[in-house]
């Protein structure tokens, strides 16, 4: 499969901007403007934007805290992430929250919550009502290799496979589940045995390749379009800060780090691009430039967007009662006309 060459830089474009943002936000928790984690992607952006890229419009994601990547490409703006962080009006949420639980229907992003795994059955819940309406759309959603060991990310798998649902399951195995390495979490080499397990079709790509992740994703989309079921990528990378921002990750062994930073998704997406004569510094420097205009604006709308009012906290906490037109279908028991119904 081909990927052309404005696509590929849009690939690009998104991994520098995941990172500035992320890299924005940690300065501003550092200079105690953000209370709370943060929690980056710093070293695995291509997983993200990689299968966030390979997504048609109409199709979902349920994604994890790790997935900046995916929620820029969706269309939730730099300006409304560092609104967010800050707690402020601007934010998804309005400022109800000053961390990444955020989410959009109108973007097709379901809203993340920290218990990890939680989105994959919620996910799989989706895709059956996708099945069941006969939709040709698929939903995306990721976790880390340590939500893998609950319950929810087996029932999720096992669910998905029965019915075999338009669903693609990614895994970002970062080897940490915070301070708990691969080898202690697990007896099998790699994370996909478990998935294979439910006789679900896996794939391991290098989780720092945004080309490899790209692809592939875009292989088990075209699948589960076509009523093949779900597929289990896992992806390899490393987390290359902490946990979150407060955690110094002095458990992981430097030269691990070391290894690992010399396989930066950036840097290899950059000599990919240079070595194959689809850019050169001088395109690369241009991109840099835009990207730190919009990180500079964002931060400055973000910083002057208002704190919410003490009355807005209790808004659109809970659903209002919405009056709505619904054509019963034909084939239905009842017929003939509209039916008001309160949703």
């Keep these: 499969m081909d990927i052309e060459k404005k696509d590929l830089l849009q690939l690009y474009y998104y991994l520098k901007l995941t990172r500035s943002l992320e890299d924005r936000i940690t300065n501003l928790y550092r200079q105690g403007k953000i209370v709370g984690g943060v929690y980056t992607s710093n070293g695995q952006e291509a997983i993200a934007v990689g299968y966030a890229c390979a997504l048609e419009k109409d199709d979902i994601i349920a994604p994890f805290h790790r997935d900046m990547g995916a929620f820029l490409v969706r269309g939730i703006t730099p300006k409304r992430v560092i609104a967010q962080y800050l707690g402020k009006r601007d934010g998804p949420t309005k400022g109800k929250d000053g961390n990444v639980h955020v989410g959009d229907l109108k973007l097709g992003v379901i809203c993340f919550v920290s218990h990890l795994a939680d989105n994959l059955p919620v996910a799989a819940g989706i895709a059956l009502s996708f099945k069941l309406r006969g939709e040709k759309r698929i939903v995306a959603t990721n976790t880390g290799d340590g939500a893998t060991s609950r319950g929810d990310f087996h029932e999720a ?187």
């Design 157 to 343: 798998l096992n669910f998905a496979a029965i019915h075999k649902l338009p669903v693609v399951f990614f895994c970002n195995n970062n080897q940490y589940a915070y301070s708990t390495p691969l080898r202690l979490q697990m007896a099998v080499k790699d994370v996909a045995e478990r998935a294979s397990g439910y006789g679900i079709p896996t794939e391991i790509v290098d989780g720092n390749d945004i080309i490899a992740v790209y692809k592939s994703a875009r292989n088990a989309y075209a699948r589960a379009r076509e009523g093949g079921g779900p597929t289990f990528i896992e992806c390899k990378t490393m987390r290359m800060h902490g946990h979150s921002e407060h955690d110094d990750a002095k458990y992981v062994p430097k030269e691990l780090l070391e290894e690992w930073r010399a396989r930066d998704p950036i840097l290899r997406m950059e000599k990919y691009l240079i070595g194959n004569n689809l850019a050169d510094e001088k395109v690369l420097k241009e991109i840099e430039d835009k990207i730190r205009i919009e990180i500079d604006e964002a931060t400055d709308f973000a910083e002057k967007s208002p704190y919410p009012e003490g009355r807005e906290t209790l808004e659109g906490v809970y659903a209002d009662p919405i009056e709505e037109e619904v054509t019963v279908h034909e084939r239905g028991k009842l017929s003939g006309g509209n039916i008001t119904r309160v949703a």
